[in-house]
């Protein structure tokens, strides 16, 4: 979405940007305790969120965890069976959606098929009863910053996927709410255009100082976009951080599992220093790991390794394996074009993945089917999980 120059965030804003490690921020949006059940199933299990002002949120999870459910509630479109949502510091329990400085985009667009591109994003600013020259004007930026100047007058089906998108995005924006909400808004379009307006929506969002929140079960989309993620399963919250520490910090196996790939190795304590901690894996082999506090002899753990973290080379000659070292079989390869992903059959039966970048335009693989392969890790780079 090309903004012009003038119009460019600051990158050093993103960078930045915390409020959530400020203990004297006040949140924007804040979930206090929120239940919502249908029939008796709990879509959303006591959730207790803040969002803070200019924040780009998302809630990530599997479909049926509860994350379209708690974007409702904030919308107006469900009420809470228990809690309270507060937005700028107002209770929401009695205001109307109509009434709430909050607009949706929905994943179908829900585009009028009889108005005008223009007529679509107006329709709002009619309904609130604007002045036509106040209308105009504010159609036309938007049109202009979603870059749709000069289609204000096709219909929704003379446009293509991304365009409808972008009218959409338009219409919701128009009425400057304090919060945007979106239901999974880019499921509809293909790959590429999905990965091009992910970056768009960032510079949208930052240009129009809006809080957005947004709802997807896609992990690039959110690691992508978000300032902060929340990870959801069966209507609760299971961890709630930034996109790195969601992927190098995950709090349990769950977590790991759900964001990117991951090898997880069970293994038990075997002892533990200040630097080091020395895990006796159930599968066989001891690894060096760093340290966690509060973890002693004996105790059940659970070692998350990501593909890219492992290092994949022939066995050679005569070697001894050691500390973060296996040994086993390549069984399959998949060529992805700017990495490689092995999988190794280890001796004791245990599968891992470890990724390599294709950093040359290689013709032959070094390593192929059924070779000969040592892994190793370097300590740092596993994480301990007990849960």
């Known amino acids: 979405m090309d903004i012009g120059d003038a119009g460019k965030p600051d990158a050093g804003r993103r960078r930045d940007f915390a409020p959530w490690n400020d203990p004297a921020a006040r949140a924007l949006v804040r979930f206090k305790g929120v239940t919502k059940r249908f029939s008796g199933i709990t879509a959303v299990d006591d959730v207790s969120l803040d ?26 479109f469900e009420t809470p ?4 949502i507060l937005l700028d510091g107002e209770d929401l329990a009695d205001m109307p959606p109509h009434r709430r400085p909050v607009n949706m985009m929905f994943q179908s667009y829900a585009l009028f098929p009889h108005l005008s591109v223009a007529g679509n994003v107006a329709f709002g600013l009619k309904q609130e009863g604007l002045v036509r020259e106040e209308i105009s004007a504010r159609v036309a930026e938007m049109l202009a ?24 995005l338009a219409r919701a924006l128009v009425k400057r709410p304090k919060v945007f909400l979106l239901d999974e ?26 809080t957005f929140v947004i709802v997807t079960h896609d992990q690039e989309e959110a690691m992508t976009v978000a300032d902060r993620i929340a990870v959801m399963d069966h209507g609760r ?15 349990s196996r769950w977590v790991a599992q759900f964001v990117g790939d991951v090898n997880l190795i069970e293994g038990r304590v075997v002892a533990s220093t200040p630097g080091e901690m020395l895990i006796e894996a159930k599968a066989g082999g001891r690894l060096k790991v760093a340290s966690v506090s509060g973890l002693s002899a004996g105790d059940a753990v659970c070692i998350a390794l990501r593909p890219e973290k492992l290092r994949i080379e022939p066995v050679k000659a005569g070697s001894r394996g050691g500390d973060n070292s296996f040994e086993g079989k390549v069984w399959d390869i998949g060529y992805l074009g700017d990495v490689s992903i092995y999988k190794v059959r280890l001796d004791n039966g245990l599968v891992m993945q470890a990724a390599v970048a294709n950093m040359t335009r290689m013709v032959e693989r070094p390593i192929g089917w059924n070779d000969r392969v040592t892994l190793t890790f370097a300590p740092q780079a596993g994480v301990v999980l007990t849960r």
């Not at 803070?52 to 509630?73: D, I, M, N, Q, W």
């Not at 069976?81 to 309270?84: E, F, K, P, V």
């Open 145 to 168: 910053l979603v870059r749709l100047d000069g289609m204000g007058s096709r219909k929704p089906y003379q446009l293509s996927g991304g365009q409808r998108q972008r009218v959409a």
């Open 51 to 76: 969002i803070h002002t200019r924040e780009f949120f998302a809630l990530l999870g599997p479909s049926g965890c509860g994350k379209t459910t708690l974007l409702r509630l904030l919308a107006g």
């Open 237 to 251: 919250l299971v961890q709630v951080a930034t996109p790195p520490e969601i992927y190098e910090q995950p709090n």
């Open 81 to 84: 069976d228990a809690g309270r």
């Open 185 to 210: 808004p880019l499921a509809a379009l293909d790959k590429k255009l999905r990965q091009d307006t992910q970056f768009e929506l960032m510079e949208l969002q930052e240009k129009l100082d809006v």
